[in-house]
């Protein structure tokens, strides 16, 4: 809908591409080599978009388990003191087997990103019924991990002040178990 909106030259709505769009025009006014590394980010994120919303076109799919998940992956593009780097995103929606209404679901929200000073840092998030969230952090680094351990008690209470009634907060050294890291790192680059 997006691309036949802007093929009509119609307005569309606050979406991924029109902010790319946005960012593109931006990017005249950088000097060369950053107008090049910043044309490929855009291009790779443009590309990821899209191939984002062709899956998300599937819709739902069943779980080795039996239950029933719906997927949402983006890369949400942050600026790192001098570059350009990619945030992965995924949202999960997850209906447990058996289940036969919909008001068994819960909410996955993984990030993942490497920062320069910090590290490799994983996030997962989980929202249940009645506003329940728990969520565990990894980071690579022991200082990073120290550093997270000493904020969750002022992260529990900002959740809190917010609704949530937050179940538990934990924070790992090192990276989770293969069966836990459901993040890939792969990126499609396709040309639409």
Not at 57 to 74: A, M
Not at 130 to 141: N, P, V
Request: overall charge negative.
């Amino acid at each position: 809908m997006t691309e036949a909106r802007l093929i009509q030259g119609l307005p569309i709505g606050r979406d991924m591409k029109r902010a790319l769009q946005q960012l593109k025009k931006l990017n005249e006014q950088l000097p060369a080599a950053g107008q090049q590394h910043l044309d490929q980010l855009i291009h790779k994120l443009q590309a990821r978009q899209t191939s984002q919303q062709l899956l998300a076109l599937q819709q739902w799919k069943e779980t080795p388990e039996g239950g029933l998940e719906r997927v949402i992956r983006t890369d949400l593009p942050v600026y790192q003191g001098e570059e350009f780097d990619n945030v992965e995103l995924i949202i999960t929606e997850e209906y447990p087997p058996g289940e036969d209404n919909r008001f068994g679901n819960q909410w996955r929200v993984q990030l993942q990103f490497d920062l320069e000073r910090k590290g490799h840092i994983m996030v997962e998030l989980v929202l249940q019924k009645d506003d329940q969230l728990s969520g565990s952090f990894w980071a690579e680094r022991r200082e990073t991990a120290a550093e997270i351990r000493n904020r969750l008690k002022s992260f529990s209470e900002t959740l809190d002040s917010h609704g949530f009634e937050v179940q538990t907060l934990n924070c790992h050294l090192g990276r989770p178990s293969s069966s836990k890291e459901t993040i890939s790192r792969q990126l499609i680059d396709l040309k639409t």
